[in-house]
């Protein structure tokens, strides 16, 4: 298996896991904390989506995909590129209004796509490339892309546990 299949396979996993999560709920549904500072289903869609989208973009030395069109107004949010999440308060995660369950996994698609293209072609040298000289040891591309692949997947399953205790209580 080549290095690019690879990644490529743990990315494509994503998908499916954010619409299982998202399908059917409502924008309230969407936006109920399963305790009280706890993550939603929507926080935690968007916010898998916030930091793949930064992150890949930032590897590409492109905009973001947050940053065009009308996605940011789709979450009641400004188009701010350094919003991921990260470090958000109860009242921020608060702030965060998915319009419907079809505006995350717009979202989502629009990124996954750019990030499959991105994938496609990479070698196994290109992985040992410095990305984030910020970090000790420095962050190259494979240790950020597997980076983003595990934060997707934690929250994606996440956000389909906070599904099912919505869907039970």
Known sequence: MDVDDLLTEIYDRLPELVRAAVDGLSPAELRRSPTPGGNPVGWLVWH????QDHHVA???GAEQVWTTGDWAARFGLDPDP???GYGHTPQRVASV??????ALVDYYDAVAGRTRTFLAG???ADLDRVVDEAWD???TLGVRLVSVADDGLQHAGQAGYVRGLLRAG
């Not at 898998?48 to 930091?51: H, N, Y």
């Open 48 to 51: 898998l989506t916030r930091i």
């Open 97 to 102: 209004r998915p319009e419907s369950s079809r």
């Open 58 to 60: 930032d590897l590409l």
């Open 137 to 139: 040891p420095p962050v």
């Open 122 to 124: 990479l070698r196994p």
């Open 82 to 84: 350094n919003d991921t």
